[in-house]
């Protein structure tokens, strides 16, 4: 349901964000969090508490962490009580296209296409690599957006390009490495592993490339336990794999509407989470 917040009127809802426009017309949006959870482009029917929260956190971490190599699009944390701790109030970008993804680790969608082409977007890999390998190197391998209930697609670096230009698709994969190079090497010293990230940019009023939406949290990331990795399968995780693992044993098919998640599930998702905001940046809500 969505809320009524005063001095806003709703735009519109993603699956986990919702988007406000100040009724005084300034030029800035609010993007609230949900404890909404998808998983496999779908909405879940079970919330998951304080999700919202601690994605607003651990972006907000990340957002200051990263600010000296990307402007972003956060002009306050000052918002309406009403959602305080999980909006921020954001300056209306331009996005681009495509959704920015890293992989520095093989798993997920990228395992599955290496199953079939020993390669990822149209990026060969070496022979012999495990669910869970570390790659050579990170690679940019960009999604396209999908809307509710369609399938983000996985596509190369000359369909990316013919999306956004050739020009911007170069910036975007430079940007998207360097970024998920330096926060690989954050996470590392405290213990965990940044496997995978996806980032989502655009361009401000001066034309700047700037990050928007959320970042390196565990909707958008996958976080591992460096002391627990071994390739060759599933991980420790602190991200929302735990879900989708439970789902796909669940039987359902990823078709229909998905089935309500169990307490434990939604008590250990709650755990993940909130593991990965402490470890991360020292500090819970």
């Known amino acids: 349901m969505t809320l009524e917040i005063p001095g806003y009127r709703h735009l519109r809802s993603g699956k986990v964000r919702d988007l406000y426009a100040p009724e005084d017309e300034s030029n800035t949006l609010l993007i609230v969090a949900s404890d909404?959870?998808?998983?496999?482009?779908?909405?879940?029917?079970?919330?998951?508490?304080?999700?919202?929260?601690?994605?607003?956190?651990?972006?907000?971490?990340?957002?200051?962490?990263?600010?000296e190599f990307v402007p972003n699009h956060i002009v306050s944390e000052v918002v309406p009580?009403?959602?305080?701790?999980?909006?921020?109030?954001?300056?209306?970008?331009?996005?681009?296209?495509?959704?920015?993804?890293?992989?520095?680790?093989?798993?997920?969608?990228?395992?599955?296409?290496?199953q079939e082409s020993q390669s990822v977007c149209g990026i060969a890999l070496p022979a012999?690599?495990?669910?869970?390998?570390?790659l050579?190197?990170?690679i940019f391998t960009p999604?396209?957006?999908?809307?509710?209930?369609?399938?983000?697609?996985?596509?190369?670096?000359?369909?990316?390009?013919?999306?956004?230009?050739?020009?911007?698709?170069?910036?975007?994969?430079?940007?998207?490495?360097?970024?998920?190079?330096?926060?690989?090497?954050y996470a590392a010293t405290r213990g965990i592993i940044l496997a995978d990230t996806k980032f989502e940019f655009g361009l401000d009023s001066e034309g700047?490339?700037?990050?928007?939406?959320?970042?390196?949290?565990?909707d958008s990331s996958r976080f591992w336990s460096a002391d627990e990795w071994v390739p060759g399968g599933a991980q420790a995780s602190f991200d929302k794999q735990f879900v989708r693992d439970w789902l796909l044993a669940s039987g359902w098919?990823?078709?229909s509407t998905p089935p309500e998640l169990p307490a434990?599930?939604?008590?250990?998702?709650?755990?993940?989470?909130?593991?990965?905001?402490?470890?991360?940046?020292?500090?819970?809500?």
């Open 36 to 67: 909404r959870i998808s998983a496999f482009d779908f909405i879940l029917p079970t919330e998951i508490p304080n999700k919202g929260k601690l994605l607003t956190a651990l972006s907000q971490f990340w957002f200051n962490y990263l600010e």
């Open 208 to 218: 700047r490339i700037t990050l928007g939406d959320e970042a390196l949290t565990p």
């Open 81 to 114: 009580e009403i959602v305080k701790g999980r909006a921020v109030i954001v300056k209306p970008l331009e996005m681009f296209g495509i959704e920015c993804v890293a992989r520095g680790y093989l798993t997920g969608s990228g395992w599955k296409e290496y």
């Open 264 to 285: 434990n599930v939604v008590e250990k998702t709650v755990e993940r989470y909130t593991s990965a905001l402490i470890a991360l940046s020292g500090r819970g809500l």
């Open 143 to 185: 999604a396209t957006k999908a809307d509710i209930g369609d399938h983000d697609e996985n596509i190369d670096f000359t369909r990316a390009a013919s999306i956004v230009g050739e020009g911007n698709a170069v910036k975007l994969r430079e940007l998207t490495l360097a970024l998920y190079q330096r926060a690989h090497d």
């Open 128 to 134: 012999g690599l495990q669910d869970g390998s570390k």
């Open 253 to 255: 098919d990823r078709m």
């Open 136 to 138: 050579p190197e990170p």
